[in-house]
């Protein structure tokens, strides 16, 4: 059974949404702030962690940002419905996707359902390797490296790599992009793309403003450059 970790101030929230993912099948280990949130992370790792960027003790931002430092596990961030430039930020500090208030638990579980499922087929990866000017992608080992030197990169950020490296030289839209690297056909949201090809960038390009790697087609997608 994999186990979520739900990181919620509020506790109704908490609890609802809790008991539904359980109803799915999950194990769902629950943390009233972003301390106790960490602490818990830290005494035993999950499969995946929902995470309200609206915490009593410390910015969901930090939060996000510290399982970064020493984790690649899927983050799914929680925002409310208008907060854009909150649901930018998360993305940008690591999140993998989000899901804005109220929270519809089948939505939800099916995100959930999908990061989890596009982490395992990573893990049954077939050895290949590509290698793009100064980076190279170890499929096998499930690293990238940039003149040498391993990238950081998360479980997301990874497939997003390697779907451009399947398709280099071709355009792919952000509806393809979200279909193979998410999953959605129709719960996704274009934003979710532009903003992990912008984290990508900073980690693979050399001048990320003025990227050579993975340009911009302008009105359609992107592309990786072989």
């Known amino acids: ?47 995946l962690v929902l995470l309200d960027l609206r915490l ?4 969901g931002f930090d939060v996000c940002r510290a399982l970064r430092a020493t984790s690649i596990v899927p983050i799914i961030i929680i925002t409310a419905q208008t907060d854009t430039i909150d649901m930018v930020a998360g993305l940008e500090a690591g999140a993998d996707d989000y899901v804005t208030k109220p929270v519809v638990p089948k ?12 982490v395992h087929l990573q893990d049954v990866l077939q050895p290949r390797a590509s290698v793009f000017g100064a980076v190279e992608v170890r499929r096998e080992q499930g690293i990238v490296l940039k003149d040498g030197v391993e990238v950081n990169l998360t479980k997301t950020e990874f497939r997003l790599l390697c779907e451009f490296a399947d398709h280099a030289g071709s355009v792919l839209s952000r509806d393809q992009l979200l279909e193979r ?16 090809v912008r984290r990508l960038r900073v980690k693979v390009e050399d001048h990320p403003d ?14 990786l450059i072989a």
Do not use: C, K
């Not at 769902?28 to 005494?43: K, M, Q, T």
């Not at 009593?56 to 910015?59: I, K």
């Not at 003025?210 to 592309?223: K, N």
């Open 1 to 47: 059974m994999e186990t979520l970790l739900f990181i919620e101030d509020d506790d109704a929230i908490r609890l609802a949404l809790s008991l539904a993912l359980e109803d799915e099948g999950y194990s769902v280990r629950e943390a009233p702030n972003g301390a106790n949130g960490l602490a818990s992370f830290d005494r035993d790792p999950v499969d």
């Open 56 to 59: 009593p003790d410390m910015s």
């Open 107 to 118: 939505e939800l579980a099916a995100r959930i359902r999908s990061l989890l499922r596009r």
């Open 181 to 196: 690297v998410w999953g959605y056909e129709y719960l996704g949201d274009s934003r979710l793309v532009d903003a992990h």
């Open 210 to 223: 003025d990227p050579q790697l993975i340009v911009t087609a302008r009105g359609v997608g992107y592309r």
